[in-house]
């Protein structure tokens, strides 16, 4: 047994390994680009009030102020020949989706995907039911019910480029030609993959639009840590992402896992929300990841850019 | 250690806060490495550390004329690329599933075994922390950051860190005795 000294010695001195030297490139890279990358300044007059003497201070405040009810004035007509500003309408919030963030998720309320790399031109919003969800990337949604680092199920919205035929041993097992862009494509191909005894996909209908329902468990007596790995890590390979030449998808968290997908016709864009669930989730959980899917609305971009997470 | 006070003259930051961009070059040069240094040791990748530090560097530049102190340069060039980091971590994770392979790197004859033993074994812990719990590891065990030091760059509280720090070391802690253990069942979080 080591003792606390002993393993901070040991994490110091691995940690005094590797790598410190930035390779010229990379600075010369950097330094290439600040021409076309402009600073941040601070609002000047916020930065001139505070260094400005407290009399001052007082003079240009005084000025916004005038200037303020002049502008008013100007804005706004009497009204009634009664003297005084209109009122100014309170805005009353509306209840608005925000973007996913990373951390912990609360319940009831409404978020939304917009991420190009998983979701296609509609955003996907959606309510939170139940407690405990968190992320580490907004992308996946996650609940870790016996270890808070891991999750034991999860839901996520894909964009699929490909299908591989291997599962387990799907390196080199990509179709040829690639899976066609409808819905019924990816789910027959999803289903030749998950092979004989799987359920047929079901009709399904998930924020006004028409999909199929795909479940695809990973075998009994797979070992998923001895499946193909991207170079890193081992996956049970279903599909290939949109935008990605390598790698397969979902994630895989364990043995036996249970794959529920959406692929949903969102106006011609074949969009697919893959939830998954390990073997022992309770049935709370499942249920929870139902009232989610049942929460769903695709609905516009708006034209600003979203506020990041 | 890097951390200790700033080295890096005042006035260089002042220039480059008014858009100099030769300023910005000694100033790049002056921190370069050890940000790069700390951005692979959060992120154990040469690839995604330089891809880190160059988004950091750049967010130092865009973001400099707003930095009011520039005795605080240090520790806010620190928050700028542990952020940077954060970013490119989940960038790749996203892609990345959750089982890992068995290493499998072949032992250095030069080196010795327990080393060899413990390098693996801290590898693969370390990689099975979080993106936050890496940082204050690295922050306070390479940096040799005081915790409200770490608390100060990463703008959380104190206390934060101080959970952060213990759960990370116990995690490290538990992978250097877990040599009995079967490594192919290694799952990481």
Same mark, same amino acid.
């Given at each position: 047994?080591?003792?606390?000294?002993?393993? #901070?010695?040991?994490?110091?001195?691995?940690?005094?390994?590797?790598?410190?030297?930035?390779?010229?490139?990379?600075?010369?890279?950097?330094?290439?680009?600040?021409?076309?990358?402009?600073?941040?300044?601070?609002?000047?007059?916020?930065?001139?009030?505070?260094?400005? =003497?407290?009399?001052?201070?007082?003079?240009?405040?005084?000025?916004?102020?005038?200037?303020?009810?002049?502008?008013?004035?100007?804005?706004?007509?009497?009204?009634?020949?009664?003297?005084?500003?209109?009122?100014?309408?309170?805005?009353?919030?509306?209840?608005?989706?925000?973007?996913?963030?990373?951390? #912990?998720?609360?319940?009831?309320?409404?978020?939304?995907?917009?991420?190009?790399?998983?979701?296609?031109?509609?955003?996907?919003?959606?309510?939170?039911?139940?407690?405990?969800?968190?992320?580490?990337?907004?992308?996946?949604?996650?609940?870790?019910?016996? #270890? &808070?680092?891991?999750?034991?199920?999860?839901?996520?919205?894909?964009?699929?480029?490909?299908?591989?035929?291997?599962?387990? $041993?799907?390196?080199?097992?990509?179709?040829?030609?690639?899976?066609?862009?409808?819905?019924?494509?990816?789910?027959?191909?999803?289903?030749?993959?998950?092979?004989?005894?799987?359920?047929? &996909?079901?009709?399904?209908?998930?924020?006004?639009?028409?999909?199929?329902?795909?479940?695809?468990? %990973?075998?009994?007596?797979?070992?998923?840590?001895?499946?193909?790995?991207?170079?890193?890590?081992? %996956?049970?390979?279903?599909?290939?992402?949109?935008?990605?030449?390598?790698?397969?998808? &979902?994630?895989?968290?364990? #043995?036996?896992?249970?794959?529920?997908?959406?692929?949903? /016709?969102?106006?011609?864009?074949? =969009?697919?929300?893959?939830?998954?669930?390990?073997?022992?989730?309770?049935?709370?959980?499942?249920?929870?990841?139902?009232?989610?899917?049942?929460?769903?609305?695709?609905? &516009?971009?708006?034209?600003?850019?979203?506020?990041?997470? | 250690?890097?951390?200790?006070?700033?080295?890096? /003259?005042?006035?260089?930051?002042?220039?480059?806060?008014?858009?100099?961009?030769?300023?910005?070059?000694?100033?790049?040069?002056?921190?370069?490495?050890?940000? $790069?240094?700390?951005?692979?040791?959060?992120?154990?990748?040469?690839?995604?550390?330089?891809?880190?530090? =160059? =988004?950091?560097?750049?967010?130092?530049?865009?973001?400099?004329?707003?930095?009011?102190?520039?005795?605080?340069?240090?520790?806010?060039?620190?928050?700028?690329?542990?952020?940077?980091?954060?970013?490119?971590?989940?960038?790749?994770?996203?892609?990345?599933?959750?089982?890992?392979?068995?290493?499998?790197?072949?032992?250095?004859?030069?080196?010795?075994?327990?080393?060899?033993?413990?390098?693996?074994?801290?590898?693969?812990?370390?990689?099975?922390?979080?993106?936050?719990?890496?940082?204050?590891?690295?922050?306070?065990?390479?940096?040799?950051?005081?915790?409200?030091?770490?608390?100060?760059?990463?703008?959380?509280?104190?206390?934060?860190?101080?959970?952060?720090?213990?759960?990370?070391?116990?995690?490290?802690?538990?992978?250097?005795?877990?040599?009995?253990?079967?490594?192919?069942?290694?799952?990481?979080?």
């Amino acid at each position: 047994m080591s003792t606390d000294r002993d393993v #901070n010695r040991i994490v110091r001195s691995w940690l005094e390994e590797g790598r410190t030297a930035l390779p010229d490139r990379v600075l010369d890279i950097v330094l290439d680009q600040l021409p076309a990358t402009p600073q941040r300044r601070a609002p000047w007059p916020v930065r001139r009030l505070l260094e400005m =003497q407290i009399p001052s201070r007082i003079a240009v405040a005084a000025a916004a102020v005038i200037a303020l009810a002049v502008i008013g004035a100007i804005a706004f007509p009497k009204a009634g020949g009664v003297g005084g500003l209109r009122p100014t309408p309170v805005p009353t919030p509306s209840p608005s989706p925000v973007a996913v963030p990373l951390g #912990n998720l609360a319940a009831g309320t409404t978020y939304f995907w917009d991420d190009p790399c998983c979701v296609g031109a509609e955003r996907i919003s959606f309510t939170m039911s139940g407690t405990g969800w968190f992320t580490f990337d907004p992308i996946f949604l996650g609940k870790g019910t016996r #270890n &808070p680092d891991h999750f034991d199920v999860y839901i996520s919205p894909h964009l699929v480029a490909n299908v591989y035929t291997g599962g387990c $041993h799907w390196l080199g097992t990509a179709l040829v030609p690639p899976v066609g862009p409808t819905v019924d494509d990816l789910a027959t191909a999803l289903l030749a993959q998950a092979g004989p005894g799987a359920s047929p &996909p079901i009709a399904v209908t998930v924020g006004g639009h028409p999909g199929k329902k795909v479940e695809l468990s %990973i075998p009994q007596g797979v070992d998923v840590t001895k499946c193909d790995s991207d170079g890193n890590f081992a %996956i049970f390979g279903r599909w290939l992402a949109a935008g990605q030449r390598y790698g397969a998808a &979902p994630w895989t968290y364990g #043995n036996g896992q249970h794959n529920t997908v959406y692929i949903i /016709d969102v106006d011609g864009t074949r =969009q697919v929300i893959d939830s998954m669930f390990l073997p022992g989730t309770s049935t709370a959980d499942r249920a929870e990841i139902d009232q989610i899917v049942a929460s769903i609305r695709f609905e &516009p971009r708006p034209a600003s850019p979203s506020p990041s997470p | 250690m890097p951390y200790g006070g700033s080295d890096v /003259d005042a006035e260089l930051i002042g220039r480059a806060q008014r858009g100099d961009e030769e300023a910005f070059a000694s100033l790049a040069v002056a921190v370069g490495d050890r940000l $790069h240094a700390v951005a692979h040791r959060i992120l154990r990748d040469t690839d995604l550390a330089e891809d880190a530090t =160059q =988004q950091a560097l750049l967010s130092i530049w865009r973001n400099l004329p707003q930095l009011r102190d520039p005795a605080r340069f240090d520790a806010w060039s620190y928050r700028l690329l542990v952020h940077a980091c954060y970013a490119e971590g989940r960038r790749t994770r996203r892609w990345a599933p959750k089982i890992r392979l068995l290493p499998a790197d072949e032992p250095d004859v030069a080196e010795g075994l327990s080393s060899v033993v413990d390098r693996d074994q801290l590898e693969r812990g370390f990689r099975r922390l979080s993106f936050d719990h890496r940082a204050v590891v690295v922050l306070h065990h390479y940096l040799d950051l005081p915790l409200d030091g770490i608390a100060e760059v990463l703008g959380i509280p104190v206390g934060t860190v101080r959970s952060r720090l213990h759960h990370a070391m116990r995690g490290l802690r538990a992978a250097l005795e877990a040599d009995a253990r079967p490594a192919a069942q290694e799952v990481a979080r």
